[in-house]
């Protein structure tokens, strides 16, 4: 039986360094996010759930902005399905990281699922939001799927957000 954890609100964020498509790399720790990254792991270029999730995000990257979050969205796909999924959906001015590997996937608690049908890669992780609090690199939430339909949409994200900084509310979840 193989063991998963995942990630605790308050605990130090693993590092991730990922290749962005449109070229150079993509890295956590480079972020230059005044309050928050909010790393949007999606299933990958066959999953229609997912392409509606990153694009409400992309189309609301401005608001993200204003608020001091920067977005990304990563998958383990190869570069010619990233970069397929960028031009096919519309996510240019949206970083997209490619090439995550199961290493880093388990390292970061994304569920991995093995493919079903011809479309979809041999393995690939299910959708995970995680905010990190680019002023310590910390976990403060965590949102795990092991499918593609439970999602977080992008105005609930920016609205509990709002409420977090009006209320400078510390993260919650970190008791297990």
Known sequence: MTTHTTLLP???????????????????????AERMVLIDFYRGLHCPRCKLHVIDIKNKLARFADRGVACVAISMDERQRAESAVSQWG????????????????????????????????????????????????????????????????ADILEGFDAMLARDYPPRGSVV
Request: zero cysteines; hydrophobic letters at 30%; proline letters at 6%.
């Open 10 to 32: 308050g605990q130090p964020s693993p590092d991730l360094m990922l290749d962005r498509v449109g070229g150079g790399h993509w890295s956590l720790r480079e972020s230059t």
């Open 91 to 154: 996510l240019e001015g949206l970083d997209v990281g490619y090439g995550l590997s199961e290493e880093q996937a388990r390292s970061w608690g994304l569920y991995l699922t093995d493919s079903i049908n011809e479309r979809e890669p041999r393995r690939f992780s299910e959708p995970a939001i995680i905010m990190v609090d680019s002023r310590n690199w910390q976990i403060y939430s965590a949102v795990y799927g092991t499918n593609p339909f439970n999602r977080v949409h992008a």
